[in-house]
């Protein structure tokens, strides 16, 4: 069995110092990008990747990042784990492990991070606009980073997809097909209507259709096939056009597309569809929707730099929220807005 490499071994690679070899691992100090790029080259070839436990002992840390993701009956449990996943890369890329605390709790998972000392940082998702775990953040004494914006963050680092930006184009991707009256679908579980990026996202759409000078219908649904029959029938006993139609996040677009396909209405033709979210690689909708997706490997790369930044007390610090553009997805669900009135749903 052959030797397993050092970080000396790298150093000889890249044609660098043990100590630079350290601080591209670390984060701890900024590194130039082309030396970077040699290190990490030359620990991929020789297949070297850095033992958590052996750091501890000669820096006095763990190498560990905690994650408190709240899981509850309304989390969309594919969603969340495409973060985690993502966390636990970026953290891996940086020379951590990520110990994930779930369950439903949120502020007492926090609290048995801080106390356990297992961590060198924590990282916060399942964001509500109103949190409780900020004031605990701000007084830790350990580096945290909010994955999600709270009404009252101020002085806590935080990042997230730019849900207002989101919801401004959505409005305009409508209005710009001539639609003149939106229904917004928002989600009905409580949980869900708390989140932070939820609240921003409704703020900007209806902002944003006040200056287009559209109409909004908003209605609240759950994430179930039924539950979408029974919004749209709500829509029906109200009248007016069902033309266009903006699927909040926390929404399953693929639900709405499903409904409208079996009730004869064609997405893309007599209905448009966008969608402030994505159904990931495995959609179960007969229409690829227009939708905005979160980019999530950068806001977790973003999630762990800014956390690993405070570990470093020459690094700058920056509390001011850190937003992380959407992919915008095309799709095939825009459709002009129908001669006379909406089709009947």
Do not use: C, W, Y
């Given at each position: 069995m052959a030797p397993m490499?050092?970080?000396?071994?790298?150093?000889?690679?890249?044609?660098v110092s043990q100590s630079t070899v350290s601080y591209v691992m670390s984060g701890k100090r900024p590194v130039a990008p082309e030396t970077e790029r040699r290190v990490r080259e030359a620990m991929a070839e020789l297949g070297y990747r850095p033992h958590a436990s052996a750091r501890?002992?000669?820096?006095?840390?763990?190498?560990?990042?905690?994650?408190?993701?709240?899981?509850?009956?309304?989390?969309?449990?594919a969603g969340q784990y495409r973060y985690v996943v993502a966390l636990a890369e970026a953290a891996r890329s940086r020379g951590y492990e990520l110990l994930v605390i779930s369950g439903q709790e949120g502020i007492e998972g926090m609290e048995r991070l801080i106390g356990s000392a297992l961590c060198e940082g924590i990282l916060a998702m399942d964001v509500l606009h109103e949190d409780e775990r900020v004031e605990l953040a701000r007084g830790a004494g350990l580096p945290c980073v909010f994955i999600g914006l709270s009404s009252q963050a101020e002085g806590v680092a935080s990042t997230d997809t730019d849900f207002e930006e989101v919801g401004a184009a959505c409005v305009r991707l409508l209005a710009e097909r001539g639609h003149r009256r939106?229904?917004?679908?928002?989600?009905?579980?409580?949980?869900?209507?708390?989140?932070?990026?939820t609240h921003r996202f409704s703020t900007a759409v209806l902002e944003a259709a006040d200056r287009e000078g559209v109409p909004v219908d908003v209605v609240e649904v759950a994430r179930s096939y039924p539950a979408m029959a029974r919004a749209l029938d709500v829509l029906t006993a109200r009248g007016g056009p069902?033309?266009?139609f903006l699927?909040?996040?926390?929404?399953?677009?693929?639900?709405?597309?499903?409904?409208?396909?079996?009730?004869?209405?064609?997405v893309g033709r007599d209905v448009s569809v966008v969608a402030a979210r994505g159904s990931g690689r495995a959609p179960h909708s007969p229409v690829d929707c227009t939708c905005f997706d979160a980019d999530v490997d950068a806001v977790a790369a973003t999630a762990v730099r800014l956390l690993i930044d405070q570990l470093d007390p020459r690094a700058p610090r920056t509390h001011s929220p850190v937003l992380v553009p959407a992919v915008f997805r095309p799709g095939a669900s825009l459709a002009p807005p129908p001669r006379e009135g909406g089709p009947a749903l």
């Open positions: 490499s050092t970080s000396r071994d790298v150093a000889r690679m890249a044609g501890a002992l000669k820096r006095h840390r763990s190498g560990i990042i905690g994650l408190v993701a709240p899981f509850h009956e309304d989390t969309d449990t939106i229904v917004m679908l928002n989600p009905a579980s409580h949980r869900v209507a708390a989140m932070g990026f069902q033309e266009a699927v909040a996040p926390g929404v399953s677009a693929d639900d709405l597309v499903n409904v409208l396909h079996h009730r004869g209405a064609v």
